[in-house]
């Protein structure tokens, strides 16, 4: 059983990442431009997470790549929900957030934070932002004039989003804790629910894909 559970969080999970990304680009064409910008993100994570498989099978630290992961995270979902918003309003705060976070970031993990440890101040406030603008965008679902923004694959994505992230947000707060206080068993227990969650929520991406796709087709 250990050695499934291995295999599914160091294989299946980033292998998973290609079922909405290959979806997403053979019906380029058929999905909407939010949707679009959520391959780069599904793309980036699927590099990043290639890179943190070959480190860590070499025994070398990448917990500096999860220090980029967050950057690029927050910044290709808050361009996704540009998109999915289109707004001004949601636009400004947006572009705060796209130029702030990095910033923050880099501070952390400068003077605050060793880019060999959790990023447990930023990656909790990334999540946050994800958190608040899904939260957002299914609220002012019925107030959009341009009816063609009101989208069931808006809203897919967006209850993917909120499943992962708030399930997650504990975790990314105490993980330093738990790297050095938790005994091994209840280590490996937090990380499957992790990589299910991860899973789960590129399948949301996957229905959001093929919602789109279909509802384009008729």
């Not at 250990?2 to 980033?14: G, Q, R």
């Not at 290609?18 to 680009?25: C, E, K, N, S």
């Not at 002012?140 to 992230?165: E, H, P």
Request: with cysteine; charged share 10%; net charge positive.
């Amino acid at each position: 059983m250990k050695a499934f559970w291995l295999f599914f969080m160091t294989y299946i999970v980033p292998a998973s990442t290609l079922l909405p990304l290959g979806a997403g680009l053979l019906y380029y064409k058929q999905i909407n431009k939010p949707l679009r910008t959520l391959l780069l993100y599904l793309g980036m994570a699927l590099i990043m997470n290639i890179i943190g498989i070959t480190l860590a099978s070499f025994k070398i630290n990448n917990l500096p790549g999860l220090h980029v992961y967050t950057i690029l995270e927050v910044v290709t979902l808050m361009l996704y929900f540009k998109h999915a918003f289109e707004s001004e309003r949601a636009n400004k705060w947006i572009n705060v957030i796209l130029i702030a976070f990095p910033l923050l970031c880099i501070v952390n993990f400068s003077f605050f934070q060793s880019i060999y440890e959790f990023n447990t101040y930023t990656r909790p406030l990334g999540a946050l932002f994800v958190i608040v603008a899904s939260i957002l965008y299914l609220a002012v679902q019925s107030d959009f004039k341009r009816t063609d923004l009101i989208t069931t694959s808006g809203r897919i994505v967006a209850a993917g989003f909120l499943i992962y992230f708030c399930s997650s947000l504990f975790q990314f707060i105490f993980s330093n804790v738990v790297s050095h206080h938790v005994s091994k068993d209840v280590k490996k227990t937090i990380w499957i629910l992790h990589a299910i969650l991860v899973v789960i929520m590129y399948l949301f991406f996957l229905a959001a894909i093929l919602n789109e796709r279909s509802k384009r087709q008729h």
